[in-house]
């Protein structure tokens, strides 16, 4: 099944508001997630079972959240990693 990108309002924010030298990798990893969640930059993991909520690495101090929705992903927020 091919997958699609879906943005919420927050997420598109959120993008808008991050630097261009941190929009780059989040277009990156993006894109690496609609060829293969397993892809090994991604980092990706189940965030919060609950929920259904996923996390993917974007750098080492930022983070994309996203839920699955049949064939999409659906971003909810791109938010620096609580340490």
């Known amino acids: 099944?091919?997958?699609k990108l879906r943005f919420t309002r927050k997420a598109v924010?959120?993008?808008e508001a991050l630097s261009l030298k941190l929009q780059e990798p989040v277009d990156k990893q993006s894109t690496a997630l609609l060829k293969d969640i397993r892809y090994p930059s991604?980092?990706?993991k189940?965030?919060?079972n609950k929920r259904d909520l996923w996390q993917l690495r974007i750098?080492?101090?930022y983070r994309l959240y996203f839920l699955i929705d049949s064939d999409t992903y659906v971003i909810i927020t791109i938010?620096?990693?609580p340490k």
């Open 1 to 3: 099944m091919k997958m």
């Open 13 to 15: 924010r959120d993008y």
């Open 42 to 44: 991604l980092n990706a």
């Open 46 to 48: 189940k965030y919060d």
């Open 59 to 61: 750098s080492r101090d």
């Open 79 to 81: 938010k620096k990693h």
